[in-house]
């Protein structure tokens, strides 16, 4: 295959391998560019082997055919190439941006080193080099701040936890995980994580890192008090890697815009996973990324029929080990119901189980389970149709109560 019919696919996380090894399976090979060193794995697993019960092994991916390391540094339209850091370039017919996305690193007072460098002790977590840092840091008695309470800061608070580790987690909403969950469920997850002995502080804001020495030695929230912190883990979100798409002049918005058929505003180029925004919609989550690689692949390969009209996902987080380290939740649609929705809840307080689906016009718009999760295939399977629900009511409420659903 010549340069200018090649499949060139920018980024190695989970969507351009899935791309790839999907195109290679069509027929079609791709050259894939990964900038980590490490073998290609499951960022959804990170918190895992942070933990300690998986190690990098574990979460690997299989390693695509045409896997080149390098670092990417700019795109040349006019030419169909790709230029790299080492000086070497890459002609490409056709381009995929599965460039993912970046931590968010809040504005904090003290965060940076003069030389733009975070101290020692302070960590993002999003890749594997950030988990295995964090891993070689952490101590049991030692003590650690997680600024941000969404998916990832519950993850790795946990996570550090589990490992001994004395925890604060500094959440600035009014509650963790506000935007998957319901208040309830956000409560026994926040249950759970006290139950590990982490501190949980809602509503707190974090406003200065302070260091002696180059290492960090506390965190300043905003109403002055001050937390000791050996380590602080940074869990404040995560952005769209979008630099080389607007240096190359491609559309951008939150993230590389995309239409029906994955394509930028340059015909040549495409764009799957974190770094892409189809619609008004960036998903950042590993099941619009699959499914987005699939379709893309197909139409790669020939099939010009596919195309990708958005993903209906559920946000899932699965915390293993024994009791009371374990968490199970997922959560979809819509969990806050609006002004004549009707809800069904249930809550068992003594085994930590909690399942609620909110209903619209006869249709299952949302729903919410902690603790034994059986049920969320079919409740996930009745959303996803959008058929409208028996009127009297049973079926739905079997779909809650009996483990393994339909």
């Given at each position: ?19 790839a ?30 933990a300690g ?61 003069p ?14 080099d ?6 070689a ?81 506390s ?5 002055g ?46 764009a ?30 020939g ?24 968490l ?79």
């Amino acid at each position: 295959m010549t340069s200018n019919e090649r499949v060139v696919v920018i980024g190695a996380g989970l969507a351009g391998v899935t791309l790839a090894r999907r195109l290679g399976e069509l027929g079609t090979p791709a050259l894939v560019v990964g900038e980590e060193e490490h073998r290609p794995y499951n960022r959804v697993l990170l918190a895992e082997v942070l933990a300690g019960r998986y190690g990098p092994d574990v979460i690997a991916l299989p390693e695509p055919a045409g896997l080149v390391r390098g670092r990417v540094t700019g795109i040349d339209r006019a030419t169909r190439t790709v230029h790299c850091a080492d000086g070497r370039s890459i002609g490409y017919g056709t381009l995929v941006l599965a460039t993912g996305s970046n931590p968010v690193l809040p504005p904090l007072r003290g965060l940076f080193t003069p030389d733009r460098e975070l101290p020692e002790g302070v960590h993002a977590f999003r890749t594997l080099d950030d988990c295995l840092g964090l891993s070689a840091a952490v101590r049991p008695g030692g003590t650690a701040v997680v600024v941000g309470g969404g998916l990832l800061g519950v993850s790795a608070a946990r996570a550090l936890a589990v490992r001994g580790a004395r925890v604060v987690l500094a959440q600035q909403a009014e509650r963790l995980m506000e935007r998957q969950l319901d208040p309830g469920a956000s409560a026994l997850v926040e249950r759970h994580l006290t139950g590990l002995g982490v501190e949980v502080h809602t509503e707190c804001r974090v406003r200065d890192v302070r260091c002696v020495g180059g290492a960090v030695r506390s965190v300043e929230l905003a109403d002055g008090y001050a937390l000791d912190a050996e380590l602080v883990v940074l869990a404040c979100g995560v952005r769209p890697r979008t630099r080389l798409a607007e240096d190359a002049g491609l559309a951008v918005h939150r993230g590389v815009l995309v239409d029906d058929e994955l394509r930028t505003s340059d015909p040549h180029i495409h764009a799957v996973g974190d770094c892409a925004q189809h619609g008004d919609t960036v998903y950042g989550l590993a099941a619009p990324a699959l499914e987005q690689a699939g379709v893309l692949a197909e139409l790669l390969a020939g099939k010009d029929t596919a195309r990708y009209t958005g993903t209906r996902s559920l946000t899932r987080l699965t915390l293993t080990g024994p009791a009371p380290a374990g968490l199970d939740l997922a959560a979809f649609g819509e969990t806050v119901p609006l002004p004549g929705d009707d809800v069904v809840q249930l809550n068992d307080a003594t085994r930590g189980t909690y399942r609620k689906v909110v209903v619209r016009d006869d249709r299952l718009v949302g729903g919410v389970l902690v603790g034994e999760l059986g049920t969320v295939g079919a409740l996930a399977r009745a959303w996803e149709g959008a058929e409208p629900l028996p009127t009297d009511g049973g079926p739905l409420l079997h779909l809650l109560t009996n483990d393994g659903g339909s």
